[in-house]
């Protein structure tokens, strides 16, 4: 099994992904020997970069031998943000109402520490793989600041994340699949046909499909993401939407918005997908 060269300066080791963007962010890391080559694993565009040297029946890199990581299920239940302390909550009950927000931190688990917001990521078994940490301000825009639970708390341990509500999947309802886990929660409240999860992000798609396989699902890209979600739609067999593209070409909404931008900019509660 080829292995990631796991190193405390991954932007020394490839100052560039081969996708083009910069490593400053270490999101690109390198297979062992291929420091300062194009070979590696990118957390960035979720690709993997293989030397042509090496079998295409290369497994799954590992990234290190840590531990996975798997939360005392009591973390939600003490951090629950019932009373809407988060910058987060509150902006949602400002658009759809207290009882509606309470509604959703209870479905979706959100958490609260030290005022940021709490997004755990509980799988199909209720097991939790994770707690993002996001900042966000009075007017739902998000601060450029992540940070995870297990790093606050100084929990050495390896995420093996998942969707953003996917402990909500089922066979009864179709699954919508966004990007951001606080689309997610807006668009439960607009549309309740469908079980809205969260990627977490534009790259992390692709590697947590597997979980969804087998069930109904329709992917709402972001706005100049459908090209890259429609490249792993084809593969998985998901239906996708081109809605978003359709909506920036009316001028509904800006360049890099979302399926649920388009109902907050009309301060609609309920509409027609």
């Excluded at 694993?41 to 990581?69: G, L």
């Excluded at 341990?157 to 309802?173: K, P, V």
Aim: proline share 3%.
């Amino acid at each position: 099994m080829y292995r990631l060269k796991i190193t405390g300066n991954r932007y020394k080791d490839n100052p560039v992904c081969p996708c083009g963007k910069s490593n400053k962010d270490y999101k690109f890391t390198t297979y062992i020997g291929c420091e300062n080559k194009p070979f590696g694993y990118c957390h960035s565009c979720d690709k993997d970069f293989k030397n042509s040297s090496v079998s295409d029946s290369i497994q799954t890199p590992i990234f290190n031998k840590q531990k996975q990581c798997f939360f005392n299920p009591r973390l939600i239940y003490d951090h629950l943000d019932l009373k809407l302390n988060s910058n987060f909550t509150r902006f949602l009950s400002s658009y759809f109402g207290v009882d509606k927000t309470i509604e959703v931190v209870k479905k979706y688990h959100i958490g609260l520490y030290n005022h940021d917001v709490v997004f755990w990521q509980l799988d199909q078994f209720n097991s939790i793989r994770a707690g993002k940490v996001m900042k966000y301000n009075t007017n739902g825009k998000r601060k450029e600041y992540v940070n995870w639970w297990h790093k606050l708390n100084n929990q050495n341990c390896r995420l093996d994340q998942c969707f953003f509500g996917e402990h909500l999947t089922n066979s009864f309802y179709p699954i919508a699949v966004v990007e951001s886990e606080k689309t997610a929660c807006i668009m439960s409240i607009i549309d309740p046909r469908h079980v809205w999860i969260a990627s977490g992000g534009s790259s992390g798609l692709r590697r947590k499909c597997n979980s969804i396989k087998g069930f109904k699902a329709v992917l709402f890209p972001d706005q100049g993401q459908y090209d890259n979600w429609k490249e792993i739609s084809d593969q998985i067999g998901f239906k996708i939407s081109s809605v978003c593209e359709k909506w920036f070409n009316e001028g509904s909404i800006k360049k890099g918005e979302d399926i649920a931008d388009y109902f907050l900019n009309r301060k609609m509660q309920i509409g027609s997908l």
